[in-house]
C-alpha cells in the first residue's frame, strides 16, 4: 500500500480538521483564566496530544513540534513553574503560528524561522529543552529542491464559497468549499469592468448554508411522499363516493317500487332531486381534487428535481487541478504526458465530490506512474513519444460514468497470477484456472501489491481496493479493460445525486425492499424449464447467457424462499456481473428520497443502504447492489476466493477520524476487518456485545484513556484473552512501561508505524 498517497488524499481533511481543533485550543487558553480552568487545561491538552499525533503521522513534523512545546507550557503552568498569564499568552502567538502552518502545509513539513522562535519562545517559558521534530520520513526526493505543492490540492489558503451552477451552464467553476451559493444558468455578457462583472454575479447568486440545502433536499423528498399520500386518500375520497352514490341509486329503486301516498311521494321526488345534485357536486369535486392533487404532485417532483440539480457541481471543481497534477508526476518520471478531459462540465451531487476525486488522483496516478511508459521505450514500441491519458464523462439516465483511459502497457495477467500466488492469496492450481477477466480483478485485492511489486509488472496495484471501496459505498461500480502493450481503460459507474432515486420495489413476504432502477437490467418469471446447474452453481439463462439464481431472502437472512412454481426474480447488474435474484412480488418501480438508516438494528447491517418512507406509511429498506453481487459471486466462485491467512475481526480505538482513517487502512491492508470507537467507554461496551480478534488503542482519550481501557480489559474474564496494542505518540520509555505495565500485549508509537511492523505485531499476538 503507498501509505505516502494516503497521507497526501489526508492533507485536506487534516486542514479542515485542525483548524476546528485550534480554535477549541485557542478559546481552552483563554479559560486558563477563568475558573473552568482545570476543565479548560484537560481539554487543551487532549486536543494539542491529537494535534501532535496526527501532524507527526502525516510528516508535518513543525505542526508537531510546536504542539509538542505548547504541551510542557500547558504542564507548566498546571505544575504552578509558570504564571498563567506568561503561559496564556505564549501559547495565543503560538496558535497564530499553528494557523499560518496549517495553511501551508509545505512550510509544516520543514519548518519556518517564525517556527523556530516559537519553539524557542515556548521552551523558555516551560523551562523544558526545545523538542525535536521527531520521527518524521522526509520527501524521496529530499536532495532536490522542494516540490510545488500537488495540484491536487487547493491552492489558496481560504476556500471562497463555491457557486453550484447547472451542469449545461458550469464553465470556469471554482472550487468546492461552505457555505455553497446556488447560482441561476449564466447567460453570455458583454465585456464590462470588473466592478458590473461583481454586481452581475451577486444579482445572480445568493449564498446558501450546505447544511440547508441538504435539509431542502430531505423535505423535498418527504414533500414528494406526502403528496403521493395525498393521491392514494383521493383515491379513497372517490371510492367512499362511489359508494354512496350506489346506496342512492338503491334507495331512488326501491321508492319507486313501493305504493306509498302522495303526500309522501313528494318528499320522495325532492329527495331524489336532492340525491342528484349531491351525487353530481360530490363527482366535480373528486375531479377537482384529483387535478389538484395531480398539480401539487407535479409541482413538488419538479421542486425536487431542482434541488437535486442544485446540489450538482460541476467535475470540472475537480478536473481543473488534474493537468497540473499529471504533470508534475510526469516530469519526476521523466515522461511526457498529454491528459485530455472531455465533459468536464457534467455535475455531480456536492456529497460525492471528494470520493470521485480521491478515485480518480488514484487512477491518473497510477495510469502515469506505472501505465505509461518512458519517451524511450515508447518509440522503441512504435508508439508517440508522448504518452495520452484521457478522461471522458457522460451521464447515462441517473447514473454518471467516468472512464480513465490510458495508451500504456497493459496489464500482464500471467504475472498479476504470479504475484498472487508469492502472496500466497492463491494456490497455483486455482491460479490457472482464473479466466483473464479473474486475474486483472486480482488488482482489487487489498493489499494486493506493494509499491516495490507494482514496479516490477504492469499493472494498477496501488489503491485500487480504496478506488473499488469508494465507488461501492455510493453504490457504484468499476471496470477495467486492458490489453497488454495497448493500455487500459477504467471506467466508474456512479449515481449521479444521493438526494433522489429511482428504485424498484419487491416484496419478500409482508415486507417492502428496494434496488436502485440503474442496477436493474429485467423482471422475469423463473420457468422450471429456465433453470440450470454450471459447476455446482444453481443459474437461468437471461438473454442467452447462464445468470446466477439466488433466493433474495435466504440471502438477507429473511425466512422464505421459493414458494411458487414460476417466482418471480430480478436480474440486476454490477459491472460485468448480473444475478437473478428471486423475490415474492413486485410493488412498484418510484423515485423516493434516501435516507440513512436509523435505529441501531439497521445500522452497520451487510446489503442495506438506506431507508424510503413510502406513501401507505410502510418504510422501504433500500439494498446495497455491490454488497449484494459480492456475496452472489463468493457463493457462485468460491475457487477465487481462498485467502490464506485467517481475517481478523479488529477494534479501533482513537479520538482521531485522521488516525482512524490511517491506521484502519494499515489494518485492511493486511487482509482484516475494522470495526472503530471513538474513545475507550465506547470501546468497552462494544467488547461487551461483540466478538474481536484484535484491539488496537490509543492513549489519550476523553472519557477513559487507552491505559484505562486496557486495565478494565485485562480484569474482564471474558474478554481477558483478546491481544491488545496500544499505539501512541508518546515515546517515552516511562510511557511504554505504563502501558505494559496496564496489561497491553505491545506498545507501538505512531509517528514509527508502518505495514510491516503492524503486521510483525499482529502475527506474533494472533
Given at each position: 500500500?503507498?501509505?505516502?498517497?494516503?497521507?497526501?488524499?489526508?492533507?485536506?481533511?487534516?486542514?479542515?480538521?485542525?483548524a476546528d481543533r485550534l480554535q477549541k485550543i485557542q478559546l481552552g487558553v483563554i479559560d486558563l483564566?477563568?475558573?473552568?480552568?482545570?476543565?479548560?487545561?484537560?481539554?487543551?491538552?487532549?486536543?494539542?496530544?491529537?494535534?501532535?499525533?496526527?501532524?507527526?503521522?502525516?510528516?508535518?513534523?513543525?505542526?508537531?513540534?510546536?504542539?509538542?512545546?505548547?504541551?510542557?507550557?500547558?504542564?507548566?503552568?498546571?505544575?504552578?513553574?509558570?504564571?498563567?498569564?506568561?503561559?496564556?499568552?505564549?501559547?495565543?502567538?503560538?496558535?497564530?503560528?499553528?494557523?499560518?502552518?496549517?495553511?501551508?502545509?509545505?512550510?509544516?513539513?520543514?519548518?519556518?524561522?517564525?517556527?523556530?522562535?516559537?519553539?524557542?519562545?515556548?521552551?523558555?517559558?516551560?523551562?523544558?529543552?526545545?523538542?525535536?521534530?521527531?520521527?518524521?520520513?522526509?520527501?524521496?526526493?529530499?536532495?532536490?529542491?522542494?516540490?510545488?505543492?500537488?495540484?491536487?490540492?487547493?491552492?489558496?489558503?481560504?476556500?471562497?464559497?463555491?457557486?453550484?451552477?447547472?451542469?449545461?451552464?458550469?464553465?470556469?467553476?471554482?472550487?468546492?468549499?461552505?457555505?455553497?451559493?446556488?447560482?441561476?444558468?449564466?447567460?453570455?455578457?458583454?465585456?464590462?469592468?470588473?466592478?458590473?462583472?461583481?454586481?452581475?454575479?451577486?444579482?445572480?447568486?445568493?449564498?446558501?448554508?450546505?447544511?440547508?440545502?441538504?435539509?431542502?433536499?430531505?423535505?423535498?423528498?418527504?414533500?414528494?411522499?406526502?403528496?403521493?399520500?395525498?393521491?392514494?386518500?383521493?383515491?379513497?375520497?372517490?371510492?367512499?363516493?362511489?359508494?354512496?352514490?350506489?346506496?342512492?341509486?338503491?334507495?331512488?329503486?326501491?321508492?319507486?317500487?313501493?305504493?306509498?301516498?302522495?303526500?309522501?311521494?313528494?318528499?320522495?321526488?325532492?329527495?331524489?332531486?336532492?340525491?342528484?345534485?349531491?351525487?353530481?357536486?360530490?363527482?366535480?369535486?373528486?375531479?377537482?381534487?384529483?387535478?389538484?392533487?395531480?398539480?401539487?404532485?407535479?409541482?413538488?417532483?419538479?421542486?425536487?428535481?431542482?434541488?437535486?440539480?442544485?446540489?450538482?457541481?460541476?467535475?470540472?471543481?475537480?478536473?481543473?487541478?488534474?493537468?497540473?497534477?499529471?504533470?508534475?508526476?510526469?516530469?519526476?518520471?521523466?515522461?511526457?504526458?498529454?491528459?485530455?478531459?472531455?465533459?468536464?462540465?457534467?455535475?455531480?451531487?456536492?456529497?460525492?465530490?471528494?470520493?470521485?476525486?480521491?478515485?480518480?488522483?488514484?487512477?491518473?496516478?497510477?495510469?502515469?506512474?506505472?501505465?505509461?511508459?518512458?519517451?524511450?521505450?515508447?518509440?522503441?514500441?512504435?508508439?508517440?513519444?508522448?504518452?495520452?491519458?484521457?478522461?471522458?464523462?457522460?451521464?447515462?439516465?441517473?447514473?454518471?460514468?467516468?472512464?480513465?483511459?490510458?495508451?500504456?502497457?497493459?496489464?500482464?495477467?500471467?504475472?498479476?497470477?504470479?504475484?498472487?500466488?508469492?502472496?500466497?492469496?492463491?494456490?497455483?492450481?486455482?491460479?490457472?484456472?482464473?479466466?483473464?477477466?479473474?486475474?486483472?480483478?486480482?488488482?482489487?485485492?487489498?493489499?494486493?501489491?506493494?509499491?516495490?511489486?507494482?514496479?516490477?509488472?504492469?499493472?494498477?496495484?496501488?489503491?485500487?481496493?480504496?478506488?473499488?471501496?469508494?465507488?461501492?459505498?455510493?453504490?457504484?461500480?468499476?471496470?477495467?479493460?486492458?490489453?497488454?502493450?495497448?493500455?487500459?481503460?477504467?471506467?466508474?459507474?456512479?449515481?449521479?445525486?444521493?438526494?433522489?432515486?429511482?428504485?424498484?420495489?419487491?416484496?419478500?413476504?409482508?415486507?417492502?425492499?428496494?434496488?436502485?432502477?440503474?442496477?436493474?437490467?429485467?423482471?422475469?418469471?423463473?420457468?422450471?424449464?429456465?433453470?440450470?446447474?454450471?459447476?455446482?452453481?444453481?443459474?437461468?439463462?437471461?438473454?442467452?447467457?447462464?445468470?446466477?439464481?439466488?433466493?433474495?431472502?435466504?440471502?438477507?437472512?429473511?425466512?422464505?424462499?421459493?414458494?411458487?412454481?414460476?417466482?418471480?426474480?430480478?436480474?440486476?447488474?454490477?459491472?460485468?456481473?448480473?444475478?437473478?435474484?428471486?423475490?415474492?412480488?413486485?410493488?412498484?418501480?418510484?423515485?423516493?428520497?434516501?435516507?440513512?438508516?436509523?435505529?441501531?438494528?439497521?445500522?452497520?447491517?451487510?446489503?442495506?443502504?438506506?431507508?424510503?418512507?413510502?406513501?401507505?406509511?410502510?418504510?422501504?429498506?433500500?439494498?446495497?447492489?455491490?454488497?449484494?453481487?459480492?456475496?452472489?459471486?463468493?457463493m457462485a466462485r468460491p475457487v477465487t476466493q481462498a485467502p490464506a491467512s485467517r481475517r481478523l475481526?479488529?477494534?479501533?480505538?482513537?479520538?482521531?477520524?485522521?488516525?482512524?482513517?490511517?491506521?484502519?487502512?494499515?489494518?485492511?491492508?493486511?487482509?482484516?476487518?475494522?470495526?472503530?470507537?471513538?474513545?475507550?467507554?465506547?470501546?468497552?461496551?462494544?467488547?461487551?456485545?461483540?466478538?474481536?480478534?484484535?484491539?488496537?488503542?490509543?492513549?489519550?482519550?476523553?472519557?477513559?484513556?487507552?491505559?484505562?481501557?486496557?486495565?478494565?480489559?485485562?480484569?474482564?474474564?471474558?474478554?481477558?484473552?483478546?491481544?491488545?496494542?496500544?499505539?501512541?505518540?508518546?515515546?517515552?520509555?516511562?510511557?511504554?512501561?505504563?502501558?505494559?505495565?496496564?496489561?497491553?500485549?505491545?506498545?507501538?508509537?505512531?509517528?514509527?508505524?508502518?505495514?510491516?511492523?503492524?503486521?510483525?505485531?499482529?502475527?506474533?499476538?494472533?
Amino acid at each position: 500500500m503507498d501509505t505516502e498517497a494516503l497521507k497526501k488524499s489526508l492533507l485536506k481533511k487534516f486542514q479542515e480538521v485542525t483548524a476546528d481543533r485550534l480554535q477549541k485550543i485557542q478559546l481552552g487558553v483563554i479559560d486558563l483564566e477563568k475558573e473552568t480552568a482545570e476543565q479548560a487545561a484537560e481539554d487543551v491538552a487532549r486536543e494539542l496530544h491529537t494535534m501532535k499525533g496526527e501532524a507527526r503521522m502525516l510528516g508535518l513534523a513543525a505542526i508537531g513540534q510546536l504542539a509538542h512545546a505548547a504541551e510542557d507550557v500547558l504542564r507548566a503552568e498546571r505544575e504552578g513553574k509558570t504564571a498563567t498569564e506568561t503561559a496564556t499568552d505564549v501559547m495565543l502567538r503560538a496558535c497564530d503560528v499553528l494557523s499560518d502552518l496549517i495553511e501551508d502545509l509545505d512550510a509544516a513539513h520543514t519548518g519556518t524561522s517564525a517556527t523556530e522562535e516559537m519553539v524557542k519562545a515556548l521552551a523558555e517559558v516551560s523551562g523544558h529543552p526545545v523538542p525535536a521534530l521527531g520521527p518524521v520520513r522526509k520527501p524521496a526526493s529530499s536532495a532536490a529542491p522542494p516540490p510545488p505543492k500537488p495540484a491536487v490540492q487547493a491552492p489558496a489558503p481560504v476556500a471562497p464559497p463555491a457557486v453550484v451552477q447547472a451542469p449545461v451552464a458550469a464553465q470556469a467553476a471554482p472550487r468546492v468549499a461552505e457555505p455553497v451559493a446556488v447560482a441561476a444558468p449564466a447567460a453570455k455578457e458583454e465585456e464590462a469592468p470588473s466592478a458590473a462583472k461583481a454586481n452581475s454575479i451577486a444579482d445572480r447568486s445568493i449564498r446558501v448554508n450546505v447544511e440547508v440545502l441538504d435539509s431542502l433536499g430531505l423535505l423535498a423528498g418527504d414533500l414528494l411522499v406526502e403528496s403521493a399520500r395525498g393521491r392514494l386518500r383521493s383515491g379513497e375520497t372517490a371510492q367512499l363516493f362511489e359508494r354512496f352514490s350506489r346506496l342512492g341509486d338503491r334507495f331512488l329503486r326501491i321508492s319507486e317500487e313501493v305504493d306509498v301516498p302522495d303526500s309522501i311521494r313528494t318528499e320522495l321526488e325532492r329527495a331524489e332531486a336532492d340525491l342528484h345534485m349531491l351525487r353530481d357536486d360530490a363527482f366535480r369535486f373528486v375531479r377537482r381534487n384529483g387535478d389538484g392533487i395531480n398539480t401539487l404532485h407535479g409541482n413538488l417532483a419538479q421542486l425536487a428535481d431542482h434541488v437535486a440539480e442544485a446540489r450538482l457541481v460541476p467535475l470540472s471543481t475537480v478536473f481543473d487541478a488534474f493537468p497540473r497534477a499529471v504533470r508534475d508526476i510526469a516530469k519526476t518520471q521523466n515522461k511526457e504526458v498529454d491528459l485530455v478531459i472531455e465533459n468536464a462540465d457534467i455535475g455531480v451531487d456536492r456529497s460525492m465530490l471528494a470520493d470521485v476525486r480521491d478515485a480518480l488522483v488514484h487512477l491518473l496516478r497510477n495510469a502515469v506512474d506505472h501505465g505509461l511508459e518512458s519517451a524511450d521505450f515508447r518509440q522503441q514500441m512504435g508508439k508517440p513519444a508522448t504518452g495520452r491519458i484521457r478522461i471522458r464523462v457522460r451521464v447515462d439516465g441517473d447514473m454518471l460514468h467516468i472512464e480513465v483511459e490510458d495508451d500504456g502497457r497493459g496489464m500482464d495477467t500471467e504475472r498479476l497470477k504470479q504475484v498472487a500466488i508469492n502472496k500466497r492469496l492463491l494456490s497455483p492450481v486455482q491460479a490457472a484456472a482464473l479466466s483473464e477477466r479473474e486475474a486483472i480483478e486480482l488488482i482489487f485485492r487489498p493489499g494486493f501489491s506493494t509499491r516495490e511489486q507494482v514496479s516490477e509488472l504492469s499493472g494498477r496495484g496501488v489503491g485500487m481496493d480504496v478506488v473499488k471501496r469508494k465507488v461501492e459505498t455510493l453504490g457504484g461500480s468499476v471496470g477495467v479493460q486492458s490489453r497488454q502493450g495497448r493500455g487500459t481503460t477504467i471506467t466508474l459507474r456512479l449515481p449521479q445525486s444521493l438526494a433522489l432515486m429511482k428504485v424498484l420495489l419487491v416484496r419478500l413476504g409482508d415486507d417492502v425492499y428496494g434496488m436502485p432502477a440503474a442496477d436493474v437490467v429485467a423482471v422475469m418469471r423463473i420457468k422450471p424449464d429456465d433453470r440450470m446447474e454450471v459447476f455446482g452453481t444453481l443459474a437461468v439463462r437471461h438473454r442467452g447467457k447462464p445468470t446466477a439464481l439466488v433466493a433474495l431472502g435466504p440471502l438477507l437472512g429473511l425466512n422464505g424462499g421459493n414458494r411458487f412454481d414460476k417466482p418471480p426474480a430480478v436480474v440486476v447488474r454490477h459491472g460485468d456481473d448480473y444475478a437473478a435474484l428471486v423475490v415474492d412480488g413486485f410493488v412498484d418501480e418510484r423515485e423516493v428520497a434516501v435516507k440513512p438508516c436509523g435505529g441501531e438494528f439497521l445500522k452497520g447491517a451487510p446489503f442495506i443502504a438506506g431507508t424510503a418512507a413510502l406513501e401507505d406509511g410502510r418504510i422501504a429498506v433500500l439494498l446495497h447492489v455491490p454488497d449484494i453481487m459480492t456475496e452472489v459471486r463468493r457463493m457462485a466462485r468460491p475457487v477465487t476466493q481462498a485467502p490464506a491467512s485467517r481475517r481478523l475481526r479488529v477494534l479501533l480505538v482513537d479520538d482521531s477520524p485522521i488516525a482512524r482513517a490511517t491506521e484502519g487502512a494499515l489494518v485492511k491492508a493486511l487482509g482484516h476487518s475494522v470495526e472503530e470507537a471513538q474513545d475507550g467507554e465506547e470501546a468497552y461496551v462494544k467488547v461487551q456485545t461483540n466478538t474481536y480478534d484484535l484491539i488496537l488503542t490509543d492513549v489519550q482519550m476523553p472519557k477513559l484513556d487507552g491505559f484505562s481501557l486496557t486495565r478494565r480489559l485485562k480484569g474482564t474474564p471474558a474478554v481477558a484473552r483478546i491481544p491488545v496494542i496500544i499505539l501512541s505518540s508518546l515515546a517515552s520509555p516511562e510511557d511504554k512501561r505504563r502501558g505494559l505495565d496496564a496489561g497491553a500485549d505491545a506498545y507501538l508509537v505512531k509517528g514509527e508505524l508502518g505495514v510491516e511492523i503492524l503486521a510483525q505485531s499482529i502475527d506474533r499476538l494472533t
